[in-house]
């Protein structure tokens, strides 16, 4: 029997199915036949034999939301990610054969460890754990993605950060020969982000490298990307290349390209609207097509963990 109900699926059939899903062809493959997640499982079962990325030794974590996740082809071919392109369904076709190793991250500014590090070199200290998290977009649609990743707080402290390190800094690779996207001048590149000490050395944000307990896929951000789950989605800077501990506020892309429109907190916040839509509600990706929107969290559901960070803060001016 080819067709399985979605509990059915083991998490090691869904990343089965992830190489297959890179593929634009199976992609269409599977839209044409009507229910995407049945075509990708009756695939899974006549090709049961299939180099699976699989991260090892992943913990669970009790910091994830029990809310049902996104299928992996709704996290894997509904994205932002302009480097490749500005269409949602641009960065799965153009990411496809993006090279993420080696792949080397810069640590520098004020911390006492810096350096160059290769990727796993990098990663090795940590715990790989799973977090599954909500995550909001500011353009008012929402997703559950469980991801596999290393707690941000936990790298901040191994690099040991000096007293005048204020803020984090990120940087996205900016590669004009494999990032169609940075040929056009849509943003200021390279792809930009920064927390303060505070935010990111709280326990929720992570480094992820997997989703579905594989490698994520290279529209997520392989290798490796940021996730601030109270924090709208943009914050979540993907492929990342620099990390930099600094004294001073990093600026961030999308408030250098529209600053009246996107700040630096970026704060999920049902009550502070964008200047072109309410953010009071979020549209589930998958919920299907006669769903009604659902309330939007402060803090995306998150605030026991963080609303802390901003008693002192207008929220309003500070959005
Ligand atoms: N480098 C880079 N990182 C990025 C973006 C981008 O365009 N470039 N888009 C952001 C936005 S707006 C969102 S909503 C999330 C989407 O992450 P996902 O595609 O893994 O769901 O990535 C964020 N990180
Ligand atoms: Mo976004």
């Not at 044409?32 to 997640?37: D, M, R, T, V």
């Not at 695939?43 to 913990?59: F, K, N, S, T, Y």
């Not at 640590?107 to 200290?125: C, N, Q, R």
Request: glycine letters at 6%; charged letters at 25%.
């Amino acid at each position: 029997m080819l067709i399985r109900k979605a509990g059915d699926i083991r998490p090691s059939e869904i990343t089965c199915e992830s190489n297959y899903l890179n593929r634009r062809d199976f992609i269409r493959a599977g839209a044409i036949a009507g229910g995407s997640l049945i075509a990708s499982s009756a695939l899974a079962a006549v090709i049961p034999e299939m180099g699976m990325a699989r991260l090892a030794d992943v913990a669970v974590s009790p910091l994830s939301t029990d809310e049902t996740s996104n299928s992996f082809e709704d996290i894997a071919t509904y994205n932002n990610f302009y480097e490749f392109g500005l269409d949602k369904s641009d960065p799965y076709k153009y990411a496809e054969d993006f090279k993420t190793r080696p792949w080397t991250i810069e640590v520098s500014g004020e911390a006492e460890k810096t350096g160059t590090f290769d990727f796993d070199e990098f990663v090795k200290p940590f715990d790989l754990e799973e977090r599954i998290y909500r995550m909001r977009c500011v353009e008012a649609w929402s997703m559950v993605i469980p991801w596999v990743g290393i707690s941000l707080a936990e790298v901040v402290k191994h690099f040991n950060p000096t007293s005048k390190a204020q803020y984090v800094a990120f940087e996205t690779l900016n590669d004009r020969k494999q990032m169609p996207g940075v040929r056009g001048r849509a943003l200021d590149w390279p792809y930009r982000e920064g927390l303060t000490i505070a935010e990111a050395t709280n326990p929720l944000p992570i480094l992820a490298v997997g989703i579905y307990g594989n490698v994520i896929p290279n529209q997520n951000g392989a290798p490796i990307r940021l996730v601030v789950p109270w924090k709208y989605g943009f914050k979540g800077i993907k492929s990342i290349v620099k990390i930099r501990f600094m004294s001073t506020r990093p600026r961030n892309s999308w408030n250098m390209a529209i600053p009246r429109e996107y700040g630096f907190y970026a704060n999920v916040n049902p009550t502070v609207s964008h200047p072109r839509w309410s953010q009071a509600r979020e549209r589930r990706i998958g919920a299907g097509l006669f769903a009604d929107k659902q309330e939007t969290l402060m803090f995306n559901g998150y605030g026991e963990h963080v609303a802390h960070l901003y008693k002192d803060l207008d929220l309003r001016r500070n959005y």
